[in-house]
């Protein structure tokens, strides 16, 4: 007796085209035309082909349908780093526009080895129907003799050759808006870390740096190996700090974050002792510690573009304009801040003498506007403020041979994440002497941003940023964080104008605010002075302004203009007769002034409120250094609809500490 064979399921997938063919009766070219799409089969026998294939798990092989075709549908995409977020970004990007027209995509990395990158490139050509170059290493010469061997090709980020589409980045005009920026904050000697030797990109951002300063015969250029890695970066930090910077300029965002990450270690304040900018504006850009000031490169757009001039190559249709280059835009971040004063003060030393002179009196104070949407993430939905322009307050002083000083920065908050609710702020400001006195999103409150407008609570939206406080919870993480988008800035002089609208949490309108900040030097006290007003415009409704003392949280009614100050060895802080923060913490003082002192410069912030609208002042000494008075200290603020709130703060910055006589003194100016 014979034992029947156990019959055996088959897999999915193994059915052949003739095994179609026999079950939908039809022959097995006309199986290949309905699989490959062909439009020249009745529309009842491609119904049949299709069900049979679906029933049988007929899959048509991708080999052979090349083999039929005469190419394989497929791009490869060169890279010389997979690791690096920048190329990631690229060739998610081609992947992306490739896959909408039915592409696939192979990957090649070079793994930095220019050497080798000839006969990867020639390997990945046989393989696939076009290439994509993105930032080849080999040499100017190797590259030109290679692409009409394995072109239809397009090169991303190098020079053109007049004949292969390529995508071209302007370096000059990026490395251009980070000198300016950096020599704005009034650095002066930049050190560059240099990217691989290999790199044409190394070699342009060099260049630009070089051709920048030579332009300025105050600016000092220093130049360092290093490569194109988070390690590159850790490990030359110590040689860096040898060279004595006050600002880097690194080949790229992830040796910036090598740089950072080591400089933490030791303890080195970023920006506070050393700027540091990057160069890409990658992913993670935005979530170092702090955030890094980067030129920012559309990269995934470089990928669609890069197909966008493939192509047509591939389908033999009309081709696309030459591509114009392509040009960076500066993000400003966290990482870059004005000098350190030690440096600042230096500048201004008595000849032949070690220690600084006092800082010259200023002479005069006027805002300009600076690059538009300078401090907006690329990459990220479009700031409603984002056409607004930078402002800078800039000084003139009556020392000789010092040109302008910037005093304070005044930026629209685009790239403020929206967890700590967007909004225009006022960093850095600094003293005559280059102290500066804000700081922006610490590592205590990460969610503080130098002098701004932050209210907890109006209507329910957070206008301050972080957690909500919530009566008998505590503080709550809620989704209900707004922004304040500025609609215009006009620059007067002295005189700074802006309109902006309060957006609650959906984007919907709250409030309409005007908002002047007004400066002056004041020579003979070595100061100037800084006044803020704001009116609130209850237009879309009746407001409600509340803080966390209304909540339930006894003496936290923090809200209304507030100052950040930057951290020093030593803060105190007086009031109109009264010393110390539990004193001045809740009184109505009609000024209050911080003493601080640091290793090399000790300066007073005094905070003074309009004489007809004096609040309890919110001050913070032994937690963090920032005050500002409170508009709900321990009740609800109403604004009836149709309703206007003022609200006012003026700073007086001076290069001192002052007495609580001085302090009243120059108090009594302060709204004259």
């Known amino acids: 007796m014979t034992t029947p064979r156990p019959q055996t399921r088959r897999p999915r997938g193994t059915a052949t085209i ?127 003799a290679l692409l009409p061997e394995v072109r239809p090709a397009v090169v991303v980020n190098r020079a053109p050759d007049g004949t292969t589409p390529t995508l071209e980045i302007d370096y000059a005009h990026g490395i251009g808006q980070i000198v300016e920026h950096l020599l704005a904050l009034g650095h002066r000697h930049l050190l560059y870390l240099a990217g691989p030797t290999e790199s044409a990109s190394h070699r342009r951002r060099l260049e630009a740096l070089r051709a920048a300063a030579a332009h300025r015969a105050d600016v000092r250029l220093s130049e360092m190996p290093a490569g194109a890695t988070v390690e590159a970066g850790y490990v030359v930090a110590e040689d860096v700090l040898a060279a004595r910077p006050t600002a880097v300029v690194a080949y790229n965002d992830l040796v910036a974050f090598g740089l950072l990450a080591r400089l933490n270690e030791i303890g080195v304040a970023v920006p506070g002792d050393l700027s540091i900018v990057g160069f890409d504006d990658v992913e993670l850009a935005r ?51 004005p000098v350190p004063p030690s440096v600042r003060l230096a500048r201004t030393a008595v000849p032949g003498g070690a220690q600084p002179a006092d800082p010259a009196p200023l002479r005069d104070v006027a805002w300009r506007l600076a690059a538009v949407g300078a401090d907006a993430p690329d990459g990220a939905e479009p700031h409603p403020g984002a056409a607004v322009p930078t402002a800078e307050l800039l000084a003139t002083s009556q020392a000789a041979g010092i040109g302008e000083l910037p005093l304070a920065r005044y930026v629209t908050g685009a790239a403020v994440p929206p967890v700590h609710s967007p909004r225009p702020y006022l960093h850095p400001v600094h003293t005559p002497g280059g102290t500066s006195l804000t700081d922006v999103s610490p590592v205590d409150h990460r969610h503080h941003y130098g002098m701004s407008f932050a209210v907890p609570v109006v209507n329910g939206t957070s206008y301050w940023g972080g957690r909500t406080f919530l009566r008998d919870e505590g503080p709550t993480l809620l989704p209900n964080h707004g922004r304040q988008v500025p609609t215009a800035r006009r620059a007067a002089g002295a005189t700074l104008h802006e309109d902006l609208t309060w957006l609650d949490e959906t984007g919907r309108p709250l409030l309409r605010e005007e908002r002047t900040l007004d400066a002056a030097p004041w020579p003979d006290a070595l100061a100037w002075a800084l006044r803020w007003r704001s009116v609130l415009h209850a237009e879309h409704g009746a407001l409600r302004i509340e803080s966390p003392a209304t909540n339930g949280r006894p003496q936290a009614g923090y809200g209304g203009l507030f100052w950040r100050l930057s951290a020093a060895d030593t803060t105190s802080v007086l009031g109109d007769g009264l010393v110390g923060e539990a004193a001045v913490h809740g009184s109505r003082s009609p000024w209050l002034a911080f003493v601080q002192r640091r290793e ?54 001076v290069d001192r500490a002052l007495s609580a006589d001085e302090a009243a003194d120059l108090a009594a100016r302060a709204w004259a």
């Open 18 to 144: 003739a095994e179609v063919a026999d079950a939908a009766g039809v022959s097995r070219a006309t199986v290949s035309r309905v699989m490959n799409g062909h439009d020249t089969v009745d529309a009842d026998l491609v119904a049949r082909v299709r069900e049979v294939a679906d029933r049988l798990h007929y899959r048509p092989s991708n080999v052979a349908r090349s083999l039929s075709l005469g190419r394989t549908e497929t791009v490869a995409v060169v890279v010389p780093d997979l690791a690096n977020p920048m190329f990631q970004q690229v060739l998610r990007g081609v992947a992306t526009a490739a896959g909408d027209a039915g592409y696939r995509v192979l990957v090649a990395d070079t793994a930095e080895h220019a050497g080798e990158e000839e006969r990867v490139v020639l390997d990945a050509r046989m393989r696939c129907d076009a290439l994509v170059l993105v930032s080849p290493r080999m040499p100017e010469r190797a590259l030109r």
């Open 287 to 337: 979530f170092a510690t702090p955030s890094l000031t980067t030129a920012a490169v559309p990269q995934a757009e470089l990928g669609r573009l890069a197909w966008q001039h493939l192509r047509p190559l591939l389908t033999g249709e009309d081709p696309v304009p030459d591509p114009v280059p392509i040009r960076p835009r500066l993000a400003v971040r966290a990482s870059t801040g």
């Open 600 to 653: 090399l410069a000790t300066t007073t912030l005094l905070l003074v409120q309009p004489p007809a609208q004096v609040r309890p002042w919110f001050v913070r000494v032994s937690e963090y250094p920032g005050a500002g008075p409170s508009l709900a200290w321990d009740q609800v603020c109403d604004v009836p609809d149709g309703g206007t709130l003022d609200a006012g703060l003026a700073a007086v910055l």
